[in-house]
C-alpha cells in the first residue's frame, strides 16, 4: 500500500470509528461518557479502568483467533476483525480519557 492510499484509509477508517464512538457515548451515557463503565464497576466492584480492560479484551481475544495456526482469515470475516480492531481502538481512546481525568483533573 502505497502512503498516499493509507493516509485516505486511515482517515477514513478513523472518522468511521469516532462517528461509532460519539454514537454509542451518547447512547449509553448522555451525561457522562464513562457511566456504564462505572455501573459495571460498582457490579463487580472494580474500577472503571479494569471493567473497559475487560469489555475490550472480548474484542483482542476475537482478533487473535484468526491468527492461530490452524485458523485462515477469509474475506467475509475481515469486516468483523476491522469492526473489532475499531472498537479495540475507541476503547483505548476512551481509557486515556479516564486516566486524563483520574490524574490530570477534568
Known amino acids: 500500500m502505497t502512503p498516499d492510499k493509507f493516509k485516505k484509509y486511515s482517515e477514513k477508517f478513523i472518522k468511521k470509528n469516532m462517528d461509532i464512538l460519539y454514537s454509542k457515548s451518547e447512547q449509553y451515557s448522555p451525561l457522562d461518557v464513562f457511566s456504564n463503565f462505572q455501573q459495571g464497576a460498582n457490579i463487580v466492584e472494580e474500577e472503571k479502568e479494569r471493567v473497559l480492560f475487560l469489555y475490550m479484551l ?14 485462515y482469515i477469509y474475506k467475509e470475516n475481515v469486516a468483523k476483525i476491522q469492526e473489532s480492531i475499531g472498537d479495540v481502538i475507541n476503547y483505548m481512546i476512551i481509557l486515556s480519557a479516564m486516566l486524563k481525568e483520574k490524574y490530570n483533573g477534568q
Open 58 to 71: 472480548k474484542h483482542l481475544v476475537f482478533i487473535a483467533g484468526f491468527f492461530k495456526p490452524d485458523k
